[in-house]
């Protein structure tokens, strides 16, 4: 089955840099890759979704890549604000063709300091 | 509101006693899912409803767990006689089925239900 690894260490920058999250993958390329964003006590909030057609995906400061030799997604977010701090979550579809069913990953944590 | 709401928000309970969670989706998603989230893991599935059909039911989900979508709106998922490992969010989603074929199944998470087994 497929297995998802995201950094587990917390990622601390300064205000106006840009944060570099990864998302790497292990067993078959999913037709398409999700990130999420979780604040604490909340539920996750989409983001993005990139297909395995797409090598990159943006919104607004947000921007997304999807290597597929590398079996790895890289998730971006440029001039970043203390208010993106949160934990973000990649997702994938668990089974292949599995459209309905996805596997999360554990997140990692990103602080954004003034 | 038009997101997917969850009731209650934080449930409390002791070892042994019955808890019951509703979720209301998103009015026209099709698609329901159940995930269980503790801390420093990302929401572990547990099961999926299409309509009122619960299609997928996760290992996850030992027999004193038990869902049911009855008219294919909102859901309840129910735990018998709580064990302390029972303690975690309780997450709901949403999703509407897209008929192109390249359904990509975004799903649109309500708050949670945090569950504490004393």
């Known amino acids: 089955s497929q297995k998802i690894e995201q950094n587990s260490e917390a990622l601390n920058i300064q205000e106006g840099k840009t944060a570099t999250l990864t998302c790497n993958y292990t067993?078959?390329?999913?037709?398409?890759l999700q990130w999420y964003r979780q604040d604490p006590g909340r539920g996750p909030v989409f983001l993005l979704l990139?297909?395995?057609?797409?090598k990159e995906k943006r919104k607004e400061r947000l921007k997304v890549t999807f290597d597929t030799t590398l079996k790895q997604s890289l998730f971006h977010i440029t001039a970043s604000q203390p208010a993106d701090s949160a934990t973000y979550l990649c997702?994938?579809?668990?089974?292949?063709?599995?459209?309905?069913?996805?596997?999360f990953g554990a997140g990692t944590r990103l602080a954004v300091h003034p | 509101d038009t997101g997917v709401s969850q009731n209650p928000r934080h449930k409390i309970t002791k070892r042994g006693q019955n808890v019951t969670f509703r979720c209301d989706p998103i009015?026209?998603?099709?698609?329901l899912y159940w995930y269980r989230q503790t801390l420093g893991q990302g929401p572990e599935f547990l099961t999926y409803?299409?309509?009122?059909?619960?299609?997928?039911k996760s290992r996850l989900l030992s027999d004193r767990f038990s869902a049911e979508r009855p008219k294919g709106s909102f859901s309840t998922l129910e735990i018998q006689r709580t064990e302390q490992g029972d303690s975690a969010m309780y997450l709901c989603?949403?999703?509407?089925?897209?008929?192109?074929?390249?359904?990509?199944?975004?799903?649109?998470f309500g708050p949670g239900t945090r569950l504490t087994v004393l």
């Open positions: 009015s026209e998603h099709n698609r």
């Open positions: 990139i297909r395995e057609n797409e």
């Open positions: 989603a949403s999703s509407l089925e897209e008929t192109s074929g390249r359904s990509t199944d975004t799903q649109y």
């Open positions: 067993n078959y390329s999913p037709a398409y």
């Open positions: 997702a994938l579809e668990r089974v292949p063709g599995g459209y309905n069913k996805l596997i």
């Open positions: 409803f299409q309509n009122e059909a619960q299609l997928e």
